[in-house]
Each structure stands twice: as structure tokens, then as C-alpha cells.
């Protein structure tokens, strides 16, 4: 509910459970009064203090009055040049040559239902589910004017935020920084917690108080990264998952970013996050406008679990655009690490008869099946059927995979080519590049310039010409190296700054040509594994493969900071041989199927090759989790250890909506010699139910097993895990 005090220029923003408020002051600068667990309250504004603060400048029109200085004021989106030292939101260079912004309330607009962003990935809501409010500020001297968007999910707990900068001028303004998000707070006692790894281990929770100074992340790479998560948490230091405030902000954008969090002098915080400043200038001549990516947060009073089940249920429920919302995704089975690039029709026919009588539905066709694409250092950007490996095309493949009663899904990397390709043959140009320099390789390939449509457009048609020659139900979209060298031979040299952010324009540009020309096919998104799991891409790509790694047990970590912000059916999760192929470690194949089935579940690996008592393992697997999908799918997800801390078991719990099941899976990480006798305290069950053990006749209340636990049994044998499934009588 979006409140609007006409009279004191107030603005209070209620959802469910939290209250954000805004006030315009007497100068008509925009105050950030208050953001936190629901109050039924009147003006916030009595909790800002002001107080002569030497070194800290007063703006003009407050005369000699001391009190008053921008530097030490709670503020809705900060400026720069005039008197704020702490991080701006917005910084313009006028034809002047200055770099300033100062911002003063001209109006607000309230719409029912949700505001929409052009070109960029966005939250949706109806009017019965968001509220939407724009306040203008205006910078009179820059005639530039601001537009910040706020939407507001009453039942998720969510406030979305976007911001558009207008130049009604009549000169050419340059935007040097234009942040999504700024959150001020008027106390400095929270901890950071960011999502920071690396290739092959992403999103590992990172947690520490705040100290003087700005703490940030932040990729510089073209790509949100595997290095830092868009997504972080400010939170009480004593914060945990039940209990303690904290916010979340996530930023839905998949190319450089920043998050920052600055304690000021005067024990204040502030936390801004956007698209990174590095390399970034858009020119914005008069009449034209720039729109920010979207960030959205949610606060949550009691701790962890709730913000993330409200960002899961906001997630699931009003940005992704899922063909299979309503019907039960299907299992697939992916041959990268059954065969690389080596294969035939033939051999990938084998492994999909095999996967096919055990239940699974999917074939997805991994790199190497168009061009000369043999190894990685050949290939990309030719996106035709190789038909020495699949003679007949896609078309014969496809018909004999149907016939196996299995559909189709196809690997492509359409940002991408190689030196040895015709299309590069062609275009050499068509790469992004600096003039004089030879660009860096990464992976032996080069970045299509995806700022430029033509490119896009020739990239696309040659897709269309793939994707209609046979029934396609499943694309892995992936991406495999950072950008260098960027610069665009499409605009002119002072538009350089501009063509990171025209990259994954360009990017959402084509995803959202195959969501419109193939809505029936889900696209998964893929970077390397995790390089590019954000908010961004999810709006495309209802699932993301979570990392290359998929050892279960290095799974554990990455699946577990994961979830901190993104629902499991959004993390593409297989099971794969073993010894692992990407660190040689060797788990039981009941583990491996427990935590890939925590996610968006499928195999990858050659099941010919399984003897007859794993199929049959694998074969229950299945039915396992068909099983228990709707709960994985759309229950609430507890993280009951963190495999961060705890160093012999990670558990995890996905509860349904009523509380009447719940699945509660375990994995042991380390075996002991006369260990623990070992408890685990469910979470989220409905204290008075008796629930119904495993389908056995033994039952538990919901309070003993969230008070007193469920005792675990001993476990021997590495790795070990098992599941409980409880059903309310
Ligand atoms: C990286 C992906 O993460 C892998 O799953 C696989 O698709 C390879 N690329 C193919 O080149």
C-alpha cells in the first residue's frame, strides 16, 4: 500500500511486513526517513538529527544555518559536487565541463499494478499485486530531470527500484554514474554479507561488520561474474536465519555492477548499487532519456529464512517467465561431460535410449554439434549443423529422439566466435576490439560485438534457421569468457562509455527475440556455469546452471549462497559421474541425486555406462522426484545447517505452503570415528500437526521436531545422505 500525505509531502511505502518512508523537506530535498519491520506511523522524519557538523557544507538557500548539510542527511537518491562527500547515485557532467547533481522534489504519480522498464528485465505485477510510485527531482541547472521508480509487492515484502534521467535541456549532457539503488540508514552497527568465489565455486557467503569506509563488489567483466554476486545483505550483527533485521538488494542486471556500502563519519550507512562507474558515460542529448537496471529489496525482521522466502516467492511468482509455471519440468540429461566434443550421432542416440528407459525426458545437445567445432579454439559464430557428426541435420536426431519419447534441447553461445570460423573469416570487424591492439583471447575465442543489431540480426537469423528445422523445447544459452578490449566500432569516440551497457542491451535484446518467436522453449542460462546467475538474466533464462562444478559436495556451498536470494528450480543442478570431473572427488550416487534434485534436476553423464544396480538407483531417483517436485518447486526452503560452518553435515528443508510436508534432505560431509549423536531442528512446520514419518506408521508433532529435533542417525561411510519426508496426518 502506497500512502501519499498531500499536506507534509510524505510517502510511506507498507508492505506486509515492512514500512519504507520518505519525506520532502522545506528545501525540497527527498529524506529517506525511515526503511524496516511495519509501523502503523505518522511523518519519520523526527529521526533525522541535525547539528552543526564542521567540513560538512550547507547548501545556499539555507543561508548561514549550519545545521543543515546534505553530507550528514539520510537522503532518497544521493548527489554529488554540492555538498555530499559520501557515494553518489547520480553524477552529470554538464558542456561546462563540471561534475555535479543536485536534486530538488518536483512531483509524484501513483499507478496501480507495476511499472515496466524499456528493454531491460523487470519485475511484473497486476494491480491486484504491486502498486507503482514515480517521484521527479529535478536538477534546474543541468535541466535534467529524475525520475525514481518504486514498485511495491504488499505480499512478497518487495520494493523494486528504478531511476530515469530525462535532459529537457537544450544542450547535450554526459551521465558519468546513475545508480539503481540507494538506501541510507542512521546507524552503522550491520554487517556486510556478499556472495563472492570463482569459477567453479560461486556465491560463497562472505559476512563482516562494517567499519569506517566504503566495503563493495563489483564486476568490472562485462558479466555480472563468478566472482561477486549482484546481490547482498545488510543485517544486525546478530542477525541469523530466525531472527535480527536485514535487507536484502539484489540488482536484475548481467553486466558490470557495483554494491557499496559506505559507513560515514557520523556512524550513517549508506548502500549504492548499480551498474559499475568503470568505463561507463552515456551521452544524453536534449530529449533524451537514460533508464537504470532495476534493483529490488527486501527487509526482513526475522532473519535470513523469511527474506529469502520472500525474495523466492517475489521471484518465482512475478519475474520469471517460465513455459513450465504450471506443468512439471522435465528431467534432462546434458552429454557435455559424457562426451566433450566428441561425438556422433550415433553415441549421443545410446545415451539418450538409456536415459529414455529410465525415465528421463530430455535430450540436451551440448557444445560441438555445428562448424568445425571439434575442440574450443574452433567454431563459433558458424551456427550450422555439423553433419559429419549428425548426418541428416537436426532433423533426423530430433525425429529419433522423439521416437524415444524424449524432446530436444541444443547448446549455443551466440555472443561468442572463433578466430578459426568463417564467420570471422568474413567479419573480422565484427569483434569488439581496440584499434592498433590485438584483443586478448579467453577460452581461444573472441566477444561478437553485441552493442551493434546488425550483428545481432546476423547471429539471430542463422539461430532461426537451426531452431525451425526441428521441434526445439530447451536452449542452454552460455557464455565463456569475460569482456576485454571494449570498444565499438558503432559509435563515435565520445559513446565509448556507453557500449558495456549496449552489450547486455544487446544480450537481453536477443533473449527477448526467442522468448517472443519461441515462448514454448525454456532457455537456461549459462556462464561458465554461475558467471552470470542474476536477477538480469532470470527474467529470460528461468534457470541458470549453478556452477561447472557439480561434485555434490562442493555443490553444497555453492547451492547454499545461492539460495540466500534465488529460489532452487532456478539453479540448474545435474548429477554426474564420478570420479567428479572437476576435482576427481569420488560420492555415493544417492548424494549426488539429493542435492542436484534441490534444484532444477537432470543428469549429466554417459548411463551406458552405469551398471545395472545404479540404473536401477538412478531409475528411483526419477520417480523420487517426481515425486516431491511441487514441494522442491513451490515449497519454502529452510537452510537448517551451513556447510560454512558446520563441518560434518549440511541439511536443508523445503516445506509446502500449508505446512502439511515437508522434505528434509542431509548430506554428511565428513565421517567421524564415535561421533556425535547428531540432532536436527526442523523448521516451518505447523506446531500442532502430527506429521507422518517417511510414509511409516511412526509420527512427530511439528513442535517436538522443531523443539526437541530429529535425532539423526550415525552415519559411516563418506558422504553419505538421505531425505525424511514428513506428511501431516
Ligand atoms: C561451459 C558450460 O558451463 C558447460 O556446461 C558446457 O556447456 C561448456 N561450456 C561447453 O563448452
Redesign the pocket.
Known amino acids: 500500500m502506497i500512502i501519499y500525505d498531500e499536506q507534509n509531502l510524505l510517502f510511506t511505502l507498507h508492505t506486509r511486513n515492512t514500512t519504507y518512508q520518505m519525506k520532502v523537506d522545506h528545501y525540497r530535498v527527498l529524506l529517506h526517513t525511515y526503511y524496516g519491520p511495519r509501523m502503523e506511523c505518522g511523518d519519520l522524519s523526527g529521526l533525522i538529527r541535525y547539528g552543526d557538523r564542521s567540513f560538512s557544507p550547507n547548501p545556499n538557500e539555507a543561508q548561514y544555518d549550519r545545521t543543515y548539510s546534505l553530507d550528514v542527511m539520510p537522503q532518497e537518491y544521493s548527489t554529488c559536487g554540492v555538498g555530499d562527500f559520501r557515494l553518489p547515485s547520480v553524477e552529470l557532467e554538464l558542456p561546462n565541463g563540471s561534475h555535479s547533481a543536485d536534486l530538488r522534489y518536483k512531483g509524484c504519480e501513483l499507478q496501480k499494478g507495476k511499472y515496466t522498464l524499456p528493454e531491460l528485465p523487470a519485475f511484473y505485477g497486476t494491480e491486484e499485486e504491486a502498486e507503482t510510485l514515480i517521484l521527479y527531482l529535478e536538477d534546474a541547472a543541468a535541466q535534467i530531470m529524475i525520475e525514481l521508480y518504486f514498485g511495491v509487492f504488499e505480499a512478497s515484502d518487495l520494493i523494486t527500484r528504478s531511476v530515469r534521467i530525462i535532459n529537457y535541456g537544450t544542450e547535450t549532457v554526459r551521465l558519468c554514474r546513475c545508480a539503481s539503488l540507494c538506501l541510507d540508514f542512521l546507524r552503522a552497527d550491520m554487517d556486510l554479507i556478499t556472495f563472492d568465489g570463482h569459477h567453479l565455486m560461486e556465491r560463497c557467503l562472505d559476512r563482516s561488520p562494517l567499519r569506517s569506509g566504503i566495503q563493495s563488489v563489483g564486476s568490472i567483466r562485462g558479466a555480472s561474474s563468478h566472482q561477486h554476486n549482484p546481490f547482498v545483505i545488510l543485517c544486525d550483527q546478530h542477525a541469523n536465519e530466525d531472527t535480527g533485521l536485514c535487507y536484502g538488494a539484489m540488482l536484475l542486471y548481467s553486466g558490470n555492477f557495483g554494491a557499496a556500502a559506505e559507513c560515514s563519519q557520523y556512524d550513517s550507512t549508506r548502500l549504492v548499487m548499480g551498474i559499475h562507474p568503470y568505463h561507463f558515460c552515456w551521452t544524453l542529448p536534449p530529449g533524451e532519456s537514460f533508464t537504470a537496471p532495476e534493483a529490488a529489496l527486501v527487509c526482513s525482521p526475522n532473519g535470513f529464512s523469511q527474506m529469502s522466502h520472500q525474495f523466492h516467492n517475489a521471484i518465482r511468482r512475478n519475474l520469471l517467465r517460465d513455459p513450465y509455471s504450471y506443468m512439471r519440468k522435465p528431467v534432462l540429461i546434458n552429454n557435455?561431460e559424457a562426451t566433450y566434443f566428441d561425438f556422433t550421432a550415433d553415441k549421443l542416440l545410446a545415451i539418450a535410449k538409456e536415459a529414455s528407459s529410465l525415465g528421463i525426458e530430455l535430450f540436451v545437445m551440448?557444445?560441438g554439434w555445428f562448424g568445425d567445432r571439434n575442440d574450443?579454439n574452433r567454431g563459433l559464430g558458424d551456427w550450422q549443423v555439423n553433419e559429419t557428426k549428425l548426418p541428416g541435420g537436426l532433423k533426423s536426431l530430433v525425429s529419433k529422439i522423439s521416437d524415444l519419447n524424449m524432446t530436444f534441447g541444443i547448446?549455443i553461445e551466440p555472443e561468442m566466435v572463433n578466430e578459426d570460423s568463417d564467420l570471422y573469416r568474413l567479419h573480422p570487424d565484427w569483434v569488439l576490439h581496440i584499434p592498433g591492439r590485438a584483443p586478448a583471447r579467453g577460452r581461444g575465442q573472441l566477444v561478437l560485438d553485441f552493442s551493434r543489431k546488425d550483428i545481432r540480426d546476423h547471429i539471430y537469423r542463422q539461430l532461426q534457421v537451426v531452431f525451425s528445422s526441428a521441434p526445439i523445447s530447451y536452449i542452454?544459452w552460455?557464455m565463456?569468457r569475460s569482456l576485454t578490449d571494449v570498444w565499438s566500432a558503432g559509435l563515435p569516440a565520445q559513446r565509448q562509455g556507453e557500449v558495456y551497457h549496449r552489450y547486455v542491451l544487446g544480450v537481453y535484446d536477443l533473449l527477448e527475440r526467442l522468448h517472443t518467436d519461441y515462448p514454448h522453449i525454456l532457455i537456461e542460462g549459462?556462464c561458465?556455469?554461475g558467471g552470470r546467475f542474476d536477477g538480469g538474466m532470470l527474467y529470460y533464462t528461468p534457470q541458470i546452471?549453478c556452477s561447472?562444478d557439480s561434485d555434490a559436495i562442493d555443490r553444497l556451498r555453492i547451492q547454499y549462497g545461492t539460495s540466500f536470494c534465488y529460489p532452487p528450480c532456478t539453479m540448474g543442478a545435474h548429477v554426474s559421474a564420478v570420479p567428479n570431473e572437476q576435482n576427481g572427488r569420488i560420492t555415493p550416487l544417492k548424494t549426488r541425486g539429493i542435492v542436484a534434485m534441490s534444484g532444477a534436476f537432470g543428469y549429466e553423464m554417459d548411463l551406458n555406462k552405469c551398471t545395472v544396480k545404479e540404473k536401477e538407483e538412478i531409475r528411483q531417483q526419477i520417480e523420487d522426484y517426481k515425486t516431491y517436485y511441487e514441494l522442491i518447486r513451490h515449497g519454502d526452503y529452510y537452510r537448517l545447517s551451513s556447510p560454512f560452518e558446520n563441518d560434518l553435515f549440511t541439511a536443508w528443508e523445503h516445506v509446502s505452503a500449508d505446512k502439511r510436508e515437508a522434505l528434509i534432505s542431509f548430506v554428511a560431509s565428513a565421517s567421524r570415528p564415535a561421533s556425535p549423536f547428531l540432532k536436527l531442528y526442523l523448521k516451518g512446520l505447523d506446531p500442532s500437526l502430527q506429521y507422518q514419518i517417511d510414509h511409516s506408521e511412526k509420527t512427530c508433532s511439528g513442535s517436538l521436531l522443531m523443539q526437541a529435533g530429529y535425532p539423526l542417525p550415525v552415519v559411516k561411510g563418506d558422504y553419505q545422505a538421505f531425505q525424511i519426508y514428513l506428511k501431516a496426518k
Open positions: 557435455w551440448d557444445d574450443d547448446w542452454k552460455d565463456n549459462c561458465g556455469g546452471w561447472d
